[in-house]
């Protein structure tokens, strides 16, 4: 069974910072992709930023220049560092993986449970 687990979200004032992190751990073989999504009162799960285990990133316009996706293939773990952060950037942040358990051929797809990110004065 693969887990992913978040952790690091929290209450901050508008132009703080936070760093989020998702641990992965269960029965791996390959991890091809991770991202960030976010989900707002009232809104839909958006994409937020991805990486590959290649090193690639793409992030959404909204948050370029501000955020950072990065990961740390040897213990199964990515991060999210949220800089200069807005109220808008207020939201449930959900990471999610593309992954090959052990025993399987296919690629699955997992969620974390989530975490809060509140941004006010």
């Known amino acids: 069974q693969v887990q992913l687990v978040e952790s690091g979200g929290g209450l901050v004032q508008p132009g703080g910072s936070l760093r989020l992190s998702c641990a992965a751990s269960g029965s791996i073989f390959k991890i091809y992709a991770m991202a960030w999504y976010r989900q707002a009162p009232g809104k839909q799960r958006e994409l937020v930023a991805v990486?590959?285990?290649?090193?690639?990133?793409n992030y959404a316009d909204s948050v370029k220049g501000r955020f950072t996706i990065s990961g740390d293939n040897t213990k199964n773990t990515f991060y999210l560092q949220l800089n200069s952060l807005k109220p808008e950037d207020t939201a449930v942040y959900y990471c999610?993986?593309?992954?090959?358990?052990?025993?399987?051929?296919?690629?699955?797809?997992?969620w974390g449970q989530g975490t809060q990110v509140t941004v006010s004065s």
């Open positions: 999610n993986a593309d992954i090959t358990p052990y025993g399987l051929t296919s690629v699955q797809n997992y």
């Open positions: 990486i590959t285990t290649g090193g690639s990133t």
